[in-house]
């Protein structure tokens, strides 16, 4: 390098922290926009984008949001969610495509001095547009997809004065698809690069406007004439590292794309700051063109490395990416990322793919996802409660199911800060794409098997999100599709061009259930069971080695149900014999899944709320089931599971350990238990005892309490050893069938599961409830009432300790929920997060319970407590 360019070099460094005037300004319009119908607005875009046309008679608008979440908060239309109110809203295919065409509009104020551009950004419009600014259309080319950001340089569009008005058209998708009942209703939803949720799935009724709208952010901003634009950082980790411990270097790796809107050639510098050291290089952008510049590779010393749940912290870095020239700040892209690198390998002994971070393998325990809402009402906020829900399960990665969408940013940011490990399908399902036979579509497999129409538009929209979202820590694997691979040359524009040249660092999978991730030994689809089932086919019965979809139920408690279903269908569902329906039309509208006769070994249900009731037995069974089952058999016949699901997007009642509302039900605590990284567990079937390691270090000195009670309380000590397990591992201590069916042979049984370490604090407490001889829990039926002494303070500005304590000479007090309310309503506050629920205490017990709650000072809090023997009581809070 020439002297003077050295010099330019030192002085723009020099300067990188004082430009703060110069700096890129970045904002969202998401307030006081209007829309129209089409159909009621007779100008055309020129006119409607002019400042002086009036507005007045529009309806407020909802940006980001979809028409119809538009409507519903102009009270237009009903609740969607509510009961059967989704039959009263008028759907795309009977309307016709322009019912649900509507003109948005927003003034905004911004003006450009000398030197500076800005830039307007839709990160999502569904599905094609006309864009207006101030009497001049925007888009001379057509702008149309789900999935593809658009940017527009709109500096000459704007008014002198400041004063400037935004219009734009959005179309429906091109193909609305019948919502005949089928999965994707006939199939032609998926002729669109958009979701195909939206025309009905076996989870949820159709969305009538096919989430027509500008559903995501829409953004301003302001740089000079050079934009740094999709950054990318690479983070390689060598070796076996362990969390916490002091670390060998780690290899950054920094490029960004830099586009040049000026008429004249540019020189200056791109460069980022990170641990006190500067990495720059100097650069000349030729006019008008984009440029893709690497930064030299920087050795990271004693890193801070990003973990997933349950293994390590998730340490993360900030970043920000700026170019400079003449000693002023063009443009500033701040970068957040951790530094890991995902590695894969094939098991040959269980036949899968294993999945390590930074050397160390994972045993996935996983959970299927849809999107946060099915009308696309997106937020920051409930991303963060619903992954942290997820954390909270002991989880350690989410798959984002194919028939959706691409997840935001802001999903990915939650699970970067709380270790979730991220599959992205692609968005193909085996359904709507051809895989099977169905009489429900339209088309036949070969014409379903080229959707959709325009590949060119998937594979541009799937470059782009690979660059929206491929900095994030805990994206770690990318998927063609669900239970199908796409058109062999979207497949191939992606594995071999797109990733390779884009990302590199992933695993792909062909398709969801792809041999590649877990081979296929019993023939068939490979993934599920979704339904109930006996706790035994969790523990004895083997599926893939690693299953993408499997699962059970998920009905809520009656406080979930009855925000959803009117008061004439909170009944018991009953089953309408030959079907998968059950007699109340609103159940079956909301997707139930019978539960058989699953409660029936608790004694009938009398009512919706004995119902609700012991579901959440079942439910908490069920899951806990699930994970020890899988648990038991790591390594030998899995390497992971994905649960098939963990959320809703809607008030379903299948498949969720969390209601819509972000209210948890018994799954979530059941799973929670059964991922516990150390965890004592029984088997019910062979009566044996194990310990499971999830972590990477070996666990010694344990000691293995196992004690019974039975329905009167009485205790009885069965065993009490110490024990050690190795990391990574599943280890059977011992086998006490005889002893526990002997003890519930007559009544059932209780049996506590205890793993305490060197100071005697407990690692790991479990409690089962076990059936008599005949499978019954006739014991449970005929329990006694236990007195739980509660209370309660409030810790700090958004958490509550609650101690509870079973007294004296009684039973236990069995299966206790916990529920945090607003005495100025009556309500539960959501979201709460409970360290432990659906809680037993044995005679002379004691638990604590915190509970955290982020608007805890703008409620009068108190606490209910509800239990299966225990009176309905209510803590005022101290």
Excluded at 659 to 670: R, T, V
Aim: glycine residues 6%; aromatic residues 12%; hydrophobic residues 35%.
């Amino acid at each position: 390098m020439k002297r003077t360019n050295l010099s330019l070099l030192y002085s723009v460094i020099t300067l990188f922290f004082i430009q703060l005037s110069n700096a890129q300004e970045t904002y969202e319009l998401n307030t006081d926009w209007y829309c129209n119908p089409i159909k009621k607005t007779k100008a055309d875009g020129y006119e409607v984008s002019q400042t002086d046309y009036n507005l007045k008679k529009w309806m407020p608008a909802t940006v980001p949001g979809t028409v119809l979440t538009t409507l519903l908060n102009n009270e237009e239309i009903p609740d969607p969610f509510y009961g059967m109110n989704n039959e009263k809203i008028k759907d795309i295919y009977e309307t016709g495509r322009e019912y649900y065409t509507y003109w948005f509009a927003k003034d905004f104020n911004e003006t450009a001095k000398k030197g500076e551009e800005v830039w307007l950004t839709f990160r999502g419009i569904n599905y094609s547009v006309a864009i207006f600014i101030n009497g001049k259309k925007v888009n001379e080319t057509p702008y149309k997809g789900m999935y593809l950001r658009k940017t527009f340089n709109i500096t000459n569009f704007l008014n002198s004065n400041g004063k400037n008005r935004l219009a734009v058209l959005v179309h429906p998708v091109d193909e609305v698809g019948n919502p005949n009942g089928g999965q994707g209703g006939d199939g032609t939803i998926a002729k669109n690069v958009s979701s195909q949720y939206v025309a009905g799935w076996d989870w949820i009724q159709p969305i009538r406007d096919r989430n027509t709208g500008i559903w995501d952010k829409v953004l301003i901003e302001k740089t000079g004439a050079v934009n740094v634009k999709n950054p990318h950082i690479v983070t390689l980790v060598k070796g076996e590292r362990m969390p916490g411990a002091d670390q060998e270097p780690a290899t950054l790796k920094v490029s960004a794309e830099l586009e040049n809107v000026s008429s004249k050639a540019v020189t200056g510098i791109l460069q980022y700051q990170l641990n006190g050291s500067t990495i720059a290089k100097e650069v000349t952008l030729q006019p008008n063109t984009t440029t893709e510049v690497d930064l030299k590779d920087f050795q990271m010393e004693n890193p801070k490395l990003w973990w997933p749940n349950g293994y390590g912290a998730q340490n993360l870095y900030d970043i920000n990416i700026t170019f400079t020239a003449n000693g002023k700040t063009s443009d500033t892209e701040p970068v957040r990322f951790g530094v890991r690198e995902i590695q894969t390998y094939w098991n040959e002994h269980t036949r899968s793919k294993e999945i390590a971070v930074n050397g160390q393998k994972i045993f996935i325990k996983g959970g299927n996802w849809i999107m946060s809402d099915a009308m696309l009402r997106l937020s920051k906020e409930r991303y963060d409660a619903e992954i942290r829900y997820h954390k909270d399960m002991n989880l350690n990665l989410i798959r984002i199911w194919g028939g959706s969408l691409t997840e935001r940013p802001e999903f990915y940011e939650a699970c970067d800060k709380y270790g979730l490990l991220v599959i992205q399908d692609f968005w193909i399902s085996g359904d709507c794409n051809g895989r099977w036979l169905d009489p429900m579509k339209k088309e036949d497999q070969w014409a379903r098997r080229q959707y959709p129409e325009d590949h060119e538009l998937f594979i541009t929209s799937a470059e782009d999100m690979v660059k929206m979202i491929r900095n994030h820590a805990s994206l770690a694997i990318w998927c063609g599709g669900n239970e199908i691979t796409p058109p062999a040359d979207i497949l191939h524009a992606i594995k071999d061009d797109i990733l390779p040249r884009l990302d590199g660092t992933r695993w792909f999978i062909d398709y969801s259930n792809s041999d590649d991730m877990s081979y296929n030994f019993k023939g068939g689809n490979g993934d599920g069971p979704y339904g109930i089932q006996d706790v035994s086919v969790f523990w004895e019965e083997r599926t893939w080695p690693f299953n993408s979809e499997v699962g059970s139920v998920g009905t809520g408690d009656a406080v979930s149900l009855k925000r959803f279903l009117p008061k004439k269908n909170q009944v018991i569902p009953s089953e309408i014999e030959g079907t998968e329906k059950v007699k109340d039309e609103a159940w079956t509208y909301h997707k139930y899944i019978d539960y058989n006769n699953a409660m029936d070994v608790y004694g009938k249900p009398t009512d919706m709320e004995d119902f609700a009731n012991k579901a959440q037995l079942v439910n908490y069974d069920q899951y806990r089931a699930l994970m020890e089952g899988f648990s038991a058999h790591m390594w030998d016949w899995y390497t992971g599971m994905i649960i098939w699901k963990t959320q809703n997007p809607w008030t379903a009642l299948r498949g969720q350990m969390y209601d819509y509302y972000l209210d948890p039900n018994a799954c979530l605590y059941g799973t929670r238990k059964g991922s516990e990284p150390v965890h004592a567990m029984y088997n019910p079937v062979k009566g044996d005892i194990m310990i499971v390691n999830n972590t990477f270090e070996p666990q010694h000195d344990m000691m293995l309490r196992i004690t019974s009670y039975d329905m009167e309380g009485n205790e009885k000590l069965l065993t009490q050893v110490f024990c050690y397990i190795e990391k990574s591992s599943v280890r059977l201590i011992m086998n006490l069938e005889k002893k526990i069916n002997e003890l519930a042979k007559e009544n059932g049984t209780f049996l506590s599961v205890q793993l305490l370490d060197t100071d005697q604090e407990i690692i790991s407490d479990n409690f089962y409830w076990i059936p008599n001889a005949e499978g019954q829990h006739s014991g449970l039926q005929t329990m006694k009432k236990a007195t739980l002494k509660a209370t309660a303070k409030k810790t700090n500005d958004t958490t509550i300790t609650l101690t509870l304590k079973n007294e004296g000479k009684q039973t236990v007090a069995f299966f206790n929920r916990v529920s945090l309310l607003d005495n100025k309503t009556g309500e539960r506050v959501l979201p709460t997060f409970y360290s432990d629920n659906y809680v037993s205490l044995v005679p002379g017990a004691t638990k604590t319970i915190t509970m955290e709650y982020d608007a805890l000072n703008t409620i009068a809090p108190s606490i209910e407590i509800s239990g299966w023997n225990t009176k309905l009581q209510h803590i005022t809070i101290k």
